[in-house]
């Protein structure tokens, strides 16, 4: 029965230098069948198939898988096989670094989302307060400095700024480029 579909001839080279030429097999896609439990097969030992247009197929046996007798099967060799020209898939290792504020990760997928991150650096808000001490009167320097530290304090914080905060701040930009180059150019 199990011979019926031993329609291949193949030829086995183990890796002690023997060759067993012309053996019955039946070659699939990653496993060879033989009944002949007779051959010492380890894994690492070549297969070899010549196809009938003359292209010689070599598979590397993985794993033996010798099967014992069981009722009308005789013992056999169901052979888990790779195929020799096919380069071997090496392990890779990749490794992903995110930082940053709102970062993403995504991996076949597209990120259609958009981004607005506020972040003011200290020496913003330092040129800031040169620019206020230096141009404006006391009244007007004083109520300023109090808003850029409480600006200060709030950078990143869902914390809304009143609507008089940004028109002073409108007052105070007017009033730098009146008074020439700076800031608020």
Known sequence: MLNSVMTDRVTIRTQDGKS???VPASVQAGL???????IPIRPGDQVTRTTPAGVEEVF???DPGLQQRVHS?????QMRVKRADVPQRSAVRTIYNITGP????NINSVDSSTNVVSQAPAELFEALRTQIQTRLGKPERDELLQRV???EKNVGSKRNVSTRVRHRGLEFREQLEESGPGLAS
Not at 32 to 38: E, G, H, K, M, S
């Open 20 to 22: 067993y030429p012309d």
């Open 32 to 38: 060879i069948l033989t009944t002949r439990a007779d």
């Open 60 to 62: 590397i046996v993985e």
């Open 73 to 77: 099967l005789p013992a056999h060799y």
């Open 102 to 105: 709102n970062a993403r990760f």
């Open 149 to 151: 530290a409480s600006l």
